[in-house]
Nanobody, 126 residues
Framework: QVQLVESGGGLVQAGGSLRLSCAAS????????MGWFRQAPGKEREFVAA????????YYADSVKGRFTISEDNAKNMVYLQMNSLKPEDTAVYYC???????????????????WGQGTQVTVSS
C-alpha cells in the first residue's frame, strides 16, 4: 500500500556528510510516521531517526543526536536524513520505513513499521 525508495548512499571520508532521500508513493495519506534504520554486517537492524508525519515530531538515537537530522517534504512525499560528521561506525545499509494509521510510542522499534525500502549503502572510511 506504500512503496519506499531510498537514494543518496555512497562512500565518504570520516567527518564528511551525506544526505539520504526516501521517496514514498501509494497510500501516503495513511502514513503515521517515517523512520530511518541501519544495519551493519553481523549486527541487528538499529534505529537511527523517526518523524511523525502529521505533527512533525522528531526522534533520534543517542549515537546520532547532534549529527543527523531527519526532515520531510510533505508535498513531495519525501523524507530526508542529513548526516554530518560521519564516523566509520556509521557504515551500514540504511533503510527507510513507514508506519501507517496507528499511533505508537515505540518508533525506535523495527517491528512497529510495516513498509520498508530496499536500503542504500553508506560507507565511511577512516
Amino acid at each position: 500500500q506504500v512503496q519506499l525508495v531510498e537514494s543518496g548512499g555512497g562512500l565518504v571520508q570520516a567527518g564528511g556528510s551525506l544526505r539520504l532521500s526516501c521517496a514514498a508513493s501509494g497510500r501516503t495519506f495513511r502514513i503515521y510516521a517515517m523512520g530511518w534504520f541501519r544495519q551493519a554486517p553481523g549486527k541487528e537492524r538499529e534505529f537511527v531517526a523517526a518523524f511523525k508525519w502529521a505533527v512533525g515530531s522528531t526522534y533520534y538515537a543517542d549515537s546520532v543526536k547532534g549529527r543527523f537530522t531527519i526532515s520531510e517534504d510533505n508535498a513531495k512525499n519525501m523524507v530526508y536524513l542529513q548526516m554530518n560528521s560521519l564516523k566509520p561506525e556509521d557504515t551500514a545499509v540504511y533503510y527507510c520505513a513507514a508506519r501507517l494509521d496507528i499511533a505508537t510510542t515505540q518508533l525506535n522499534s523495527p517491528a512497529e513499521y510495516g513498509y520498508w525500502g530496499q536500503g542504500t549503502q553508506v560507507t565511511v572510511s577512516s
